[in-house]
């Protein structure tokens, strides 16, 4: 059983920055790939970034080059750094591990970005 918990959201201005935290628990962390998702009120969730096991990244093209995915497989978290945000990037954004044909979600943090 993996267990996600988000944090590090909250409301900034247009043009600053956040930096949102995963803890994950379970023995598979280091074996995971790991997402953040993001999900704008009525629309679907979507993936932002992502990271493998061995840490080839991948991002949707309207983050590139503002947001940073990395991970601590020491620590077993998962980090985004969120710069540059834009009002666009409002959004609750979950954390997510994936192994196997296994899929697990964390509850979510928000973001709000004012303009």
């Known amino acids: 059983q993996v267990q996600l918990v988000e944090s590090g959201g909250g409301v900034v201005q247009a043009g600053g920055s956040l930096r949102l935290s995963c803890a994950a628990s379970?023995?598979?962390?280091?074996?995971?790939?790991m997402g953040w998702y993001r999900q704008a009120p009525g629309k679907q969730r979507d993936m932002v970034a992502s990271i493998t096991s061995a840490g080839y990244t991948n991002y949707i093209d309207s983050v590139k080059g503002r947001f940073a995915i990395s991970r601590d497989n020491a620590k077993k978290m998962v980090y985004l750094q969120m710069n540059s945000l834009k009002p666009e990037d409002t959004a609750v954004y979950y954390c997510r591990s994936d192994w196997n044909s296994w899929t697990y979600w964390g509850q979510g943090t928000q973001v709000t970005v004012s303009s």
């Open positions: 379970g023995s598979i962390f280091s074996i995971s790939a």
